[in-house]
């Protein structure tokens, strides 16, 4: 079956502009989660939705930073007044369900450059 | 800070020969543990999952975890040069609603032909 789908695959802004980075899990998936990995780093995790619901935004660098999940399937991770240090590839994942035992899968990330 | 910890590397191993991955983490209550395998320029992809004490085989990889030391490690046998990439070590963070997975910053594998 079709596995996380992200668009777009890379976007080049310029600083201070907004950005928004779209997400489609897995179907049938109810957890989805936002990483950010940057260069020679692991990926940092920065949201987790249940549902609709953000139930974990304790990663989000700060308040430029939101992300939505309006039906419970798609996700817009969104970006206001964008800085260089935003540069780095955002990923998704999901799983089935959240909680242990539950495997989550990535999607292919968006290269975010911001000059 | 939950951390989890990789060496670098590179590690280099002949073709053919065993390739052994060691990660260790800080957060005790963690229960899940996962390895993924990162191509240059491409996204992580999931390899291994292990929850309990031991090992666990999945055709030429196995993964081993020890709660007690807090200790995971990946054995690739067999090595072969497509399996140069960087693996990460991955651990779902304990705690009520908490399910992020905490990263290493990864090995880098080169298997040499």
């Known amino acids: 079956g079709a596995g996380v789908s992200q668009t777009p695959s890379n976007k080049v802004t310029e600083k201070g502009k907004y950005v928004e980075l779209r997400c489609d899990p897995i179907?049938?998936?109810?957890?989805l989660y936002w990483y950010r990995q940057s260069l020679g780093q692991g990926p940092e995790f920065l949201i987790y939705?249940?549902?609709?619901?953000?139930?974990?935004d304790s990663g989000l660098p700060n308040d430029r930073f939101f992300a939505v999940r309006p039906e419970g399937s798609v996700s817009t991770l969104k970006i206001q007044r964008t800085e260089r240090g935003d540069s780095a590839v955002y990923l998704c994942a999901s799983s089935l369900r959240a909680g242990e035992g539950y495997e989550q899968y990535f999607g292919p990330g968006t290269r975010l450059t911001v000059t | 800070q939950k951390e989890v910890e990789q060496n670098s590397g590179p590690l280099s191993v002949p073709e053919g020969a065993i390739a052994s991955l060691n990660c260790t983490y800080s957060d005790r209550g963690s229960q899940s543990f996962f390895w993924y395998r990162q191509y240059s320029g491409k996204s992580p992809e999931l390899i291994m999952s292990i929850y309990s004490n031991g090992d666990k085989e999945d055709g030429r990889f196995t993964a081993q975890l020890n709660k007690a030391s807090q200790y995971v490690s990946l054995l690739i046998r067999d090595s072969q040069p497509s399996d140069s990439a960087t693996f990460l070590c991955?651990?779902?963070?304990?705690?009520?609603?908490?399910?992020?997975?905490?990263f290493g910053k990864g090995t880098k594998l080169s298997v040499i032909p």
């Open positions: 939705f249940q549902g609709t619901g953000a139930a974990d």
């Open positions: 991955a651990v779902k963070n304990s705690g009520a609603g908490s399910y992020q997975l905490t």
């Open positions: 179907s049938g998936h109810t957890a």
